[in-house]
Nanobody, 123 residues
Framework: QVQLVESGGGLVQAGGSLRLSCAASGRTFSSYATGWFRQAPGKEREFVAAITKSGGATYYAELVKGRFTISRDDAKNTVSLQMNSLKPEDTAAYFC????????????????WGQGTQVTVSS
């Protein structure tokens, strides 16, 4: 089992950047594929990005492609989400999730979840 803790959220102006981190404890993070999801008030949780456990492949939602970058640092047991050119519509709680093999877009496919970190983008 692995425990996930997100950090790095905050308030930023449109066009700015934030870097979210997902730290794992309990087991080696390199044993898990990892995804980032977000949920805005009154909306369903939506897929943002995912990375395989080797880090050899990534996948992004169309809405964030070219602006967000997912990466992993297994030495630090973390997966990061670099978010650039932020827009007000990126405002949401961001969650990381992990699974031994699944790295798709369906949130139901992930076993482990963090508590989330809030990102607010002002216009």
């Amino acid at each position: 089992q692995v425990q996930l803790v997100e950090s790095g959220g905050g308030l930023v102006q449109a066009g700015g950047s934030l870097r979210l981190s997902c730290a794992a404890s309990g087991r080696t993070f390199s044993s898990y594929a990892t995804g980032w999801f977000r949920q805005a008030p009154g909306k369903e949780r939506e897929f943002v990005a995912a990375i395989t456990k080797s880090g050899g492949a990534t996948y992004y939602a169309e809405l964030v492609k070219g602006r967000f970058t997912i990466s992993r640092d297994d030495a630090k047991n973390t997966v990061s989400l670099q978010m650039n050119s932020l827009k007000p519509e990126d405002t949401a709680a961001y969650f990381c999730a992990a699974h031994p093999t699944y790295w798709g877009t369906n949130s139901n496919g992930y076993f482990y979840w963090g508590q989330g970190t809030q990102v607010t983008v002002s216009s």
